[in-house]
């Protein structure tokens, strides 16, 4: 298949106060391979030729204001929506909403915030949802 993003950079207020959240939540999204890169975060996916895929950077804008945008990362499963939404509570996700079906039926979900405020979500859909 083939890919529909390769990167996405996002700005937080502060990289230290976000660090353990995104050291945490990331990893468990699939994004399993810490690069380092100075003044970022920046964690890669790796393909089944073990070569890296897209990749989620995060680093710091100290005047950095979140706005309506939301993120939202796929799952597999409503075992897994709940599995990460352990981990995003667990690491200090804020303004959390869900797990649960929270767009009608047959698409299961967590919203919630990142240490700085930026919308992030976790879902899953079933075939026919939308």
Same mark, same amino acid.
């Given at each position: 298949? $083939? =890919?529909?993003? !390769?990167?996405? !950079?996002? =700005?937080? $207020?502060?990289? &230290?106060?976000?660090?353990?959240?995104?050291?945490?939540?990331?990893p468990?999204?699939?994004?399993?391979? /810490?690069?380092?890169?100075? %003044?970022?975060? &920046?964690?890669? @996916?790796?393909?089944?030729? /073990?070569?890296?895929?897209?990749?989620?950077?995060?680093?710091?804008?100290?005047? *950095?204001? @979140? +706005?309506?945008c939301?993120?939202?990362?796929?799952?597999?499963?409503?075992?897994?929506?709940? /599995?990460?939404?352990?981990?995003?509570?667990e690491?200090?996700g804020?303004?959390?909403?869900?797990? %649960?079906?929270?767009?009608?039926?047959?698409?299961?979900?967590?919203?919630?915030?990142?240490p700085? %405020? +930026? $919308?992030?979500?976790?879902c *899953?859909?079933?075939?026919? @949802?939308?």
């Amino acid at each position: 298949m $083939r =890919r529909l993003y !390769d990167h996405i !950079d996002l =700005r937080v $207020r502060s990289l &230290q106060e976000a660090r353990a959240f995104y050291e945490a939540v990331l990893p468990a999204l699939g994004f399993t391979r /810490r690069m380092e890169v100075d %003044g970022w975060l &920046q964690f890669e @996916a790796v393909g089944a030729g /073990r070569g890296s895929t897209e990749f989620f950077g995060v680093t710091e804008a100290r005047e *950095h204001i @979140a +706005n309506e945008c939301r993120i939202a990362f796929w799952a597999q499963s409503v075992a897994e929506v709940d /599995r990460l939404a352990h981990i995003v509570a667990e690491k200090g996700g804020r303004q959390i909403e869900g797990p %649960g079906y929270l767009e009608g039926a047959g698409y299961y979900a967590v919203f919630f915030e990142d240490p700085s %405020g +930026n $919308r992030l979500e976790i879902c *899953h859909r079933v075939a026919g @949802a939308i």
